[in-house]
């Protein structure tokens, strides 16, 4: 049987060479002259990689230093914080579920089988390496102190990225089978198109807890050094620099700076995101197949 929509082939190759030029800019601008933290470097590149220009102009927006302004000025506003909080959120969990996806699609496991494994593998991912191992130095260091403080925050994140991603994937692929092999241009595109929908879907609760400081935010390596944490007196160098402000540094260090948020809002939260996670699901129910 012909693949549907023939055309949409040559728009993905379009949409791809543009992806490559939006990552050849967010790389040389990131690793060369930007000074945020090195794990946005990173989580900058592959969110990129996986949002093409969307993402790109994202990055102009929020992080890439502009002429007349200091870069920790200028990733003051909350939004952009929170920006930047989703963004460390989507690279370590779309990593995890677009590789979970390639395997399990190449395995020829049913699609609810895929999707477990994607979310297993994409909160792992998130957890253990982008929030926990990355940003230890927040935590004192310790890599289980890390863990302890990330849980929550990335729970909440990844139930919000999922809420967008499943569906997703799962009413797109089952439209075009093509799109359910790695080889296919298809998977990448609906890979990259879920991508953008989690991002959008998780960036509300991801300005939720930035707010309460539950997660960090955008951070600036003249302020924070390169672990994410506060430079020191000692370290700092020898240009004065702006006061930062209490809500700023906060927001860049998370929970180690103290939360303002109560039991009970995280409970509600976290039957939010859960509730949002649910509707995902039932959507892909109703317009997708789960038995492919």
Not at 138 to 151: C, D, E, H, K, T
Not at 178 to 206: C, D, E, K
């Amino acid at each position: 049987m012909p693949s549907p929509a023939p055309w949409l082939d040559v728009v993905l190759i379009g949409w791809f060479v543009l992806t490559a030029l939006s990552v050849a800019h967010v790389a040389w601008d990131a690793f060369t002259r930007n000074p945020e933290l090195r794990v946005m470097k990173w989580g900058w590149l592959l969110v990129t990689l996986y949002g093409g220009p969307i993402m790109a102009a994202a990055y102009v927006l929020s992080c890439q230093e502009p002429a007349n302004e200091r870069h920790e000025d200028f990733v003051r506003p909350l939004w952009k914080q929170a920006l930047g909080s989703a963004i460390h959120c989507m690279a370590g969990d779309a990593t995890g579920v677009i590789a979970a996806a390639a395997i399990t699609t190449a395995l020829g496991l049913p699609m609810w089988q895929d999707v477990i494994a994607e979310y297993a593998f994409g909160f792992a991912f998130g957890l253990l390496i982008f929030q926990a191992l990355f940003m230890r130095d927040m935590a004192g260091g310790s890599y289980w102190g890390a863990l302890r403080m990330s849980f929550i925050p990335e729970w909440l994140s990844m139930n919000a990225v999922m809420a967008g991603m499943i569906p997703t994937m799962v009413v797109l692929m089952s439209r075009d089978m093509a799109a359910m092999h790695a080889s296919s241009l298809r998977f990448w595109g609906v890979m990259s198109l879920a991508t953008l929908v989690g991002f959008a879907v998780a960036y509300p609760i991801n300005l939720w807890l930035v707010g309460v400081r539950l997660k960090h935010g955008m951070g600036t390596v003249r302020a924070l050094g390169h672990g994410g944490h506060e430079v020191g007196a000692d370290r700092q160098s020898a240009t004065p620099m702006p006061d930062m402000g209490h809500d700023m540094m906060a927001g860049m260090s998370g929970m180690a700076t103290g939360a303002r948020v109560t039991g009970p809002q995280i409970a509600a939260m976290t039957v939010l995101t859960l509730v949002m996670l649910g509707a995902g699901v039932i959507v892909a129910t109703l317009f997708g197949r789960w038995a492919l």
